[in-house]
């Protein structure tokens, strides 16, 4: 397993491509979420005290952090998809002719598709859900507001997985009673 990454990375120069736009977003985005949460400082001048705000590089260098990962992750995750797509050349011939594929191959590939549009749907809904939870504990600290976030978009995904995971499995289950039912039928009007 270990050697099959490394040779990954090393042939993958799709990868390496990819990787530059996902180091820009992680940078933008915690510096967004460091001036999103300063840090108030009082200074004394002249006498009196003055409110300074600084961004929060804590916060912003953690919420960068997990942007990059997500991101190289999702990334990973397509390359990895795009590759079993084309792995044998008569997909690309068979995708545009209709019943070729058979019922278990469709899903299987509309499954790993999805599970991409979950990670999208868990990174927006995170909100959501962190903002709840972040209510019943009420905290001042925004370390706190970060680990619920973080608990809210796995909780998030592991609940979308599971639904899109029984979602594709009944679309088997249909399925194969409707080749069944015409395998059935196309008997019945042979013989």
Known sequence: MGKRI????????IFYIGILPIIYLAINTGIYKS???PIKRYVIENHSAVEIFMPNVGIGFI??????SILTILWIFIIILG????KDKPFIKRFFILGEMSVDNIITKLFYTGIIVVCFWAYVFKTYFGTIIFNFIS????YSRLFTL??????TFAVGLILWKIICELLVIIFRCFEIYYESKKKE???
């Open 139 to 142: 905290y001042d600290i925004d």
């Open 150 to 155: 973080i608990i809210s978009y796995i909780i």
């Open 189 to 191: 009007m042979e013989g």
């Open 6 to 13: 490394l040779n990954f990375f090393k042939t993958s120069k």
């Open 83 to 86: 590759t079993n797509f084309n």
């Open 63 to 68: 919420h960068g952090i997990l942007t990059f």
């Open 35 to 37: 001036n999103q949460n």
